[in-house]
């Protein structure tokens, strides 16, 4: 299996203040095809997981564009341009580019 | 907006058989481009893909191979999870997921969650 690794795994963050999440993967995440299968997803304290970023650097549908996703092979970096008081939760990347799908341990954001 | 619930017994013994059912409302169920999954989530193993599969095609379960039966039902649009011989690790948050397959590879929907515990 692939193994995902995230830095830092704690971020205190200021409200206004850019913030930066760094995630690895053991293997290349680059597929033939041209894209990067590494996904983010946000948990919010007492919610589900949801999806913000696809394909390495594609926003969902409904994610501010303050979150911005970077990064090719098996370096990759989700930013936040101006952190609010809404992204506190924990952040995991994903991996999809090989079975079976795997995450990262998370890098908990907090005010 | 799709929506996902998950439905099931939230306590069981060591060595029986958890059933969960995921319900969809509110979008395409019998769609080939799209696939429904289970991950669980606990303090000690974090985010795990239990299995994904489309409703004309067959499961896939990489984790817990042999424990893990996927199963859906197109006319109640409900997908299932059947896991044996359950123990006191697999006590987690059950998830139930729409999957994008192909086109982004991206878990997009998600249910609440629903608390397993596994206790004698």
């Known amino acids: 299996d692939i193994v995902m690794t995230q830095s830092p795994l704690s971020l205190p963050v200021t409200p206004g203040e850019p913030a930066s999440i760094s995630c690895r993967s053991s293997?290349?995440?680059?597929?033939?095809?041209?894209?990067?299968?590494l996904t983010w997803y946000l948990q919010k304290p007492g919610q589900s997981p949801q999806l913000l970023i696809y394909?390495?650097?594609n926003r969902a549908s409904g994610v501010p564009d303050r979150f911005s996703g970077s990064g090719s092979g098996t370096d990759f970096t989700l930013k936040i341009s101006r952190v609010e008081a809404e992204d506190v939760g924990v952040y995991y990347c994903?991996?999809?580019?090989?079975?079976?799908?795997?995450f990262g341990p998370g890098t908990k954001v907090d005010i | 907006q799709l929506q996902l619930q998950e439905s099931g017994p939230g306590l069981l013994k060591p060595s029986e058989t958890l059933s969960l059912t995921c319900t969809v409302s509110?979008?395409?169920?019998?769609?080939?481009?799209?696939?429904w999954g289970w991950i669980r989530q606990s303090p000690e193993k974090g985010l795990e893909v239990l299995g994904i599969?489309?409703?004309?095609?067959?499961p896939y379960t990489p984790s817990l191979k042999s424990r893990v039966i996927l199963s859906l039902d197109t006319s109640k649009t409900q997908f299932s999870l059947n896991l044996s011989s359950v123990t006191a690790a697999d006590t987690a948050v059950y998830y139930c997921v729409r999957y994008t397959g192909s086109s982004s590879r991206a878990f997009d929907y998600w249910g609440q969650g629903t608390l397993v515990s596994v206790s004698s």
């Open positions: 599969m489309s409703y004309n095609g067959r």
């Open positions: 394909l390495g650097s």
């Open positions: 293997q290349s995440l680059l597929q033939s095809d041209g894209n990067n299968y």
């Open positions: 509110g979008g395409s169920f019998n769609s080939g481009s799209v696939y």
């Open positions: 994903m991996q999809a580019m090989s079975s079976p799908a795997t």
